[in-house]
């Protein structure tokens, strides 16, 4: 398996413009998970998905930022219109929650991507 | 909802000496708890964790403990060596809540050749 794949790797945009961030999670996985890192805030959790559908958007930090989960496969975030603040690395998980409530301890691991690097000019 | 702290934030040791790191959490109801190491530049990765049904865990040089009654839990490394220089991330999650985890702040430790 080639992990969890994200696209661009590093991403270098304009005030205003739009921005695509891309994610294939790992075959067989059903959470997927969406983070922004920043020396100033750490590790956020954005969004995050299950059997594609978002569960706690909380994290998102205004209507400029948006995510979807078209398909099992596939996850895009996008900000709209960016800006410089925006500028964090973003990484996408996934793991494998396993059979909730059915009285085992379920796999809980997160499997990150190599994430994106984002700079807003 | 799930709150993790971690501390220390950074932590600096001489080249063989031991490091730790400690996280507290505030449901109970939380009983995975895994440890990332993030290297710079690089994602986050799992090293180690334990579940709530066990006290203790060892993996070579890393080890993590849960005290399930104070809800606090520890890692461990032995030995260090410069190449565990890294930030580190305590988390905790419930198993029905399609994985999630709360991550702590993370640890800064740097291994002084």
């Known amino acids: 398996d080639a992990g969890v794949i994200q696209s661009p790797r590093h991403e270098v945009t304009e005030m205003g413009q739009e921005v695509t961030l891309r994610c294939k999670p790992i075959?067989?996985?059903?959470?997927l998970f969406w983070y922004r890192q920043t020396m100033m805030r750490g590790l956020e959790l954005l969004i995050y998905?299950?059997?594609?559908?978002?569960?706690?958007d909380s994290g998102m930090p205004e209507d400029r930022f948006s995510a979807k989960m078209p398909n099992a496969s596939f996850s895009t975030l996008k900000i709209q219109p960016s800006e410089p603040r925006d500028s964090a690395v973003y990484f996408c998980?996934?793991?494998?929650?396993?059979?909730?409530?059915?009285?085992?301890?379920?796999?809980?691991?997160?499997?990150f991507g190599p994430g994106t690097r984002l700079t807003v000019l | 909802g799930e709150n993790v702290e971690q501390h220390p934030s950074t932590l600096s040791v001489q080249e063989g000496d031991s490091a730790v790191i400690k996280c507290t959490y505030s449901?109970?109801?939380?009983?995975?708890f895994p440890w990332y190491k993030q290297e710079l530049g690089k994602r986050p990765q799992l090293i180690i964790d334990?579940?709530?049904?066990?006290g203790e865990k060892k993996d070579q040089r890393i080890a993590v403990t849960l005290n399930k009654t104070a809800k606090h839990f520890s890692l461990h490394i032995t030995e260090t060596q410069p190449e565990d220089s890294a930030v580190y991330f305590c988390?905790?999650?419930?198993?029905?809540?399609?994985?999630?985890?709360?991550f702590g702040d993370g640890t800064t430790l740097t291994v002084k050749p």
């Open positions: 998980a996934s793991s494998d929650p396993g059979l909730a409530g059915a009285g085992s301890l379920s796999y809980n691991e997160q499997f």
């Open positions: 075959s067989g996985h059903n959470s």
């Open positions: 998905f299950n059997n594609n559908v978002p569960i706690d």
């Open positions: 449901d109970s109801a939380s009983n995975y």
């Open positions: 334990i579940r709530s049904n066990v």
């Open positions: 988390a905790a999650s419930f198993n029905t809540n399609a994985g999630k985890s709360t």
